[in-house]
């Protein structure tokens, strides 16, 4: 399960460091690194669903679900 | 937004269709041994994805970050090992990098892929998962129980016996689609093995007013004497919904997991299965999971501030009772009035009043809830 990393340095103004900071404390984090992280994971995984479905699949969920009852 | 799986990808390690028939096939050849119907349980989670990122039981490195970290190799939280045991003889003729067929009842329901064979520490593992050694612990009993050695490696599911319930189960991505179908971004989950009373209610509607949609989520597998029965849970439910939820705010399914009175980090390891199947809070009981007084309280509570990387959000709603005073239905955090006003709402006093066949008061419990219970015969486990 141990994914490959890359190591990314940036240049950021101390101004938005300092916010960031004061952000991950906000929110619970111990680690600055792993507050951007996870920041990052959810802007670039947005949108995304995270589930392989075609079309068929999707069709034969439903069909399910209607003969369940839960949709009509 | 529905979240993303827990890791990022709804695991499926359900084969169908052709790949199925011909691994059934060779699958007839392997090495196999039989399991449990908890472990088969747990074949299922991961197969469907409840326990996604989890492809298949948990190899050394991922069980000793669990055991010790609470999370997986890859830093992801986890907090409950997912693991097989096996006896030492079972597994003599096979090695790493075999395949081993699984076998429920003498039938093959899935092909495993050794990665890793190991020993483990059940006491460690007690002292770890449970927080102690004692014995009387039901989910300490259950591991003194187990095998000697842990075997670790993907798995891919070939046959699943049938389930009385099955038409109450869903699988996440059944509750995904539906989700998205009702157009709900916020989705409430809420764990339960229990019938509903008015305390219920009340936690699950004040959860309710803030989101689009409650995913009421019985679990439902392993039962002890005493405890309702899974259709008894439904039906009660379904009570509930039926004259006291509007239209459409409610999604009742069945979750077939094991449960294991793991507490603190029992509470955990539930948001991220509900997480897995589209909730996006969920709500935390008071000694949630927790069993006899092995945990303080607000122990599975407090154990949520290690996690602010979980991906779904704990809801920490009080224990509701009726407060005379107040006039209605309240919790510790609203109610400024003394005890002498206060009346709690025992699921013990509802069971035995059900036992004796009455029906309980009803700040206690709503009365068509309580007929339909009593309308079975016999509602409790044996
Ligand atoms: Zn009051």
Redesign the interface.
């Given at each position: 399960m141990g994914e490959e990393k890359v190591e990314v340095k940036i240049t950021i103004p101390k101004s938005l460091y300092d916010k960031i900071k004061e952000e991950a404390d906000n929110a619970g984090f111990t680690d600055i690194e792993e507050f951007i992280r996870f920041v990052l994971e959810q802007l670039v995984e947005s949108g995304e669903t995270g589930e392989e479905l075609s079309p068929e699949d999707e069709e034969k969920v439903k069909e399910r679900l209607r003969a369940l009852g839960y949709i009509d | 937004?529905?979240p993303?799986?827990h890791g990022?990808?709804?695991v499926?390690r359900v084969l169908t269709g052709k790949r199925r028939e011909a691994l059934l096939r060779e699958a007839g050849e392997l090495p196999s041994i039989e399991i449990s119907y908890e472990r088969l349980i747990d074949l299922m989670d991961i197969a469907y994805g409840a326990f996604s990122?989890l492809e298949g039981f948990m190899v050394q490195e991922?069980y000793l970050h669990v055991l010790y970290d609470m999370r997986?190799?890859?830093d992801l939280p986890w907090t409950i090992p997912v693991t097989l045991d096996v006896d030492p003889e079972e597994i003599s003729s096979v090695k790493e990098g075999d395949d081993l067929a699984l076998k429920y009842n003498g039938e093959i329901v899935a092909v495993m892929r050794i990665e890793e064979i190991y020993g483990w520490d059940k006491k460690e593992y007690a002292r770890q998962v449970y927080k102690t050694t004692d014995k009387n612990h039901p989910g300490v009993a259950k591991t003194y129980h187990r095998k000697e050695l842990l075997v670790g490696g993907e798995i891919d599911l070939l046959r699943e016996p049938s389930h009385p319930l099955e038409?109450r189960i869903?699988w996440p991505?059944?509750t995904?689609?539906?989700f998205r179908?009702?157009k709900w971004r916020t989705i409430v989950a809420f764990q339960t093995r229990n019938v509903p009373h008015r305390g219920h209610e009340y936690v699950q509607k004040a959860a309710l007013t803030f989101t689009d949609g409650l995913l009421i989520h019985p679990l439902i597998g392993w039962k002890k004497p005493g405890d309702y029965r899974d259709e008894v849970i439904f039906a009660a439910y379904e009570a509930l919904i039926k004259y006291y939820y509007p239209k459409d705010v409610v999604?009742l399914a069945g979750l077939l997991m094991n449960m294991n009175y793991a507490g603190p980090r029992e509470a955990i390891h539930h948001a991220i299965v509900r997480k897995n199947f589209g909730a996006t809070h969920f709500i935390v009981g008071r000694d949630h999971a927790g069993v006899g007084d092995y945990y303080g309280p607000y122990e599975a509570w407090e154990i949520f501030?290690e996690f602010?990387?979980l991906g779904i959000t704990p809801l920490f709603i009080r224990e509701a009772f009726y407060c005379k005073k107040c006039g209605g239905m309240v919790n510790e955090k609203i109610c400024p009035h003394s005890e002498e006003y206060r009346v709690k709402i025992s699921g013990t006093k509802i069971r035995s009043m059900i036992r004796e066949g009455k029906i309980p008061p009803e700040y206690m419990m709503r009365p068509e809830v309580a007929r339909v219970i009593l309308s079975f015969k016999d509602p409790f486990v044996h």
């Open positions: - | 937004m529905i993303r799986p990022g990808r709804l499926n990122p991922d997986l190799s890859n038409n869903l991505i059944e995904r689609v539906l179908e009702k999604v501030d602010p990387d």
